[in-house]
């Protein structure tokens, strides 16, 4: 199974045509998972984020967690990385048998850009070469919002609807899709209804329910089996559950989901932006440790 050995160089690859709609939780939502992550970088991970970010994030990584989706357009190659599709109806994800891109490439999707991001940051920062030949700016925010990607349940979704975008619905009035609706519209109703149309008082809120309510899980969220320093594999395998038992079920081509599918959904969207943040501060403090090891997926 492909890991931390992929030493793809994804510039040579080639452009790939687009996947329309493919983005993941929107500006919003990375920008929340971004936010969360800070609060639980290590001193050691805080100073070396600052240190790579580019001067435009002004020292905050939330500022530029959506930047693989603003430059998706041009950066062609990109564009498979944000999401892995799985058999329709199987409910499982496997990642020899699903990370590929639409033209059959290996390793080349979200799971496995997260693997190959992670390798270049650890291998920049443990290894004894004293330059690396990698993007570490460009690294980093690819690998923020990658994490963020493969928590969005509908980034893991079914091959045969594009992980819900050719799933046509309405939200309320309004004319969508399936995957639309769980990258942006189930945030920006619950900033709009609950959350005084304030993002800032939804991450607060987010935050206190995971020193709070999801206190005792924090734990198991940052860890990774076999002391891996990223494990994807895991995050992807949750998210195709959740898309199963929650962002497919009573969502129809032709369905009108309103607040009973809103308000029952809401809870696994907040606590997947929840473990997002908590996990992506987790894979930064491993990568930036002194004592950080990294093992094969």
């Known amino acids: 199974m492909a890991g931390p050995g992929l030493w793809w160089t994804w510039r040579v ?3 790939l045509l687009l996947v329309p709609g493919i983005l993941g939780w929107g500006k919003e939502g990375h920008f929340a998972i971004c936010k969360i992550a800070e609060g639980f970088l290590s001193k050691d991970a805080l100073a070396a984020v ?3 970010l580019p001067a435009s994030a002004a020292g905050d990584l939330a500022e530029v967690c959506s930047w693989p989706d603003e430059i998706r357009y041009h950066l062609r190659w990109s564009s498979a990385l944000h999401y892995v599709d799985t058999p329709d109806f199987l409910c499982n994800y496997k990642y020899c048998r699903d990370c590929h891109d639409p033209a059959g490439h ?3 999707c979200v799971t496995g850009a997260i693997y190959n991001y992670t390798m270049q940051l650890f291998s920049a920062y443990h290894d004894s070469i004293s330059e690396s030949k990698y993007n570490l700016t460009e690294a980093l925010m690819f690998l923020a919002h990658f994490i963020g990607d493969v928590h969005q349940p509908l980034h893991v979704g079914f091959t045969g609807d594009a ?4 799933i046509i619905v309405r939200w309320y ?3 969508t899709n399936l995957h639309h609706v769980w990258d942006n519209m189930i945030i920006e109703s619950a900033v709009k209804t609950f959350y005084s149309k304030d993002l800032a008082i939804m991450i607060k809120a987010i935050e206190s329910n995971i020193t709070d309510g999801w206190s005792n899980d924090i734990s198991e969220w940052q860890n990774c ?4 320093t990223v494990c994807p594999n895991e995050y992807a395998s949750e998210s195709i559950r959740l898309a199963c038992k929650y962002a497919y079920r009573n969502a129809t081509p032709g369905s009108t989901l309103t607040d009973d599918y809103f308000l ?3 809870p696994f969207v907040e606590k997947r932006i929840a473990q997002s943040g908590v996990r992506l501060a987790a894979t930064l403090n491993r990568v930036f440790s002194s004592e950080a090891k990294i093992a094969e997926a």
């Not at 992980?163 to 050719?166: A, C, E, K, M, P």
């Not at 089996?225 to 891996?228: E, I, K, S, V």
């Open 50 to 52: 600052k240190e790579l």
């Open 106 to 108: 290996n390793d080349r």
């Open 225 to 228: 089996l076999n002391n891996q």
């Open 13 to 15: 690859l080639g452009s």
């Open 173 to 175: 009035r309004r004319k």
């Open 163 to 166: 992980g819900g975008n050719t």
């Open 264 to 266: 029952s959904r809401l």
